[in-house]
């Protein structure tokens, strides 16, 4: 002999339905905000990389002598890089004929950090 399920005991009950829907809604919230999170954080990544690779650009400009206007101490770039612009200072060594030259391109807002320095030596 079987035993028949009755139609009342086949289902979920609206309670669990509403905790298994819940469980769902957190979980994608928390989904979403580590999706905003990792855009983010790209973002601020490919800056950060064609930055540096601006300041590596211009330093080998500077060491071989090749950038248009030397003296200037600073610039902007032209495009497609018009959003960064370069700073940069030189400093005299304790040794004869060596300085210091600290690059820095920036990008955004400085107060927020949003730049990156490149320290080299030259001779003078």
Not at 43 to 58: E, N, P, S
Not at 67 to 83: I, R, V, Y
Request: hydrophobic fraction near 45%; aromatic fraction near 4%; glycine fraction near 6%.
């Amino acid at each position: 002999m079987s035993r028949r399920r009755t139609p009342a005991n086949s289902g979920f009950t609206l309670l669990e339905v509403m905790v298994a829907l819940s469980i769902v809604g957190i979980a994608l919230v928390v989904m979403l905000g580590l999706a905003q999170r990792s855009i983010l954080v790209n973002d601020r990544l490919q800056h950060m990389t064609r930055a540096t690779l601006l300041a590596k650009q211009k330093m080998a400009e500077i060491e071989n002598g090749i950038s248009s206007g030397l003296d200037q101490n600073k610039g902007d770039f032209t495009e497609p890089n018009q959003a960064y612009s370069w700073r940069r200072v030189t400093t005299p060594t304790p040794i004869a004929g060596i300085a210091q030259i600290d690059l820095s391109v920036i990008w955004g807002d400085e107060q927020e950090n949003e730049l990156v320095t490149l320290t080299s030596f030259i001779k003078d």
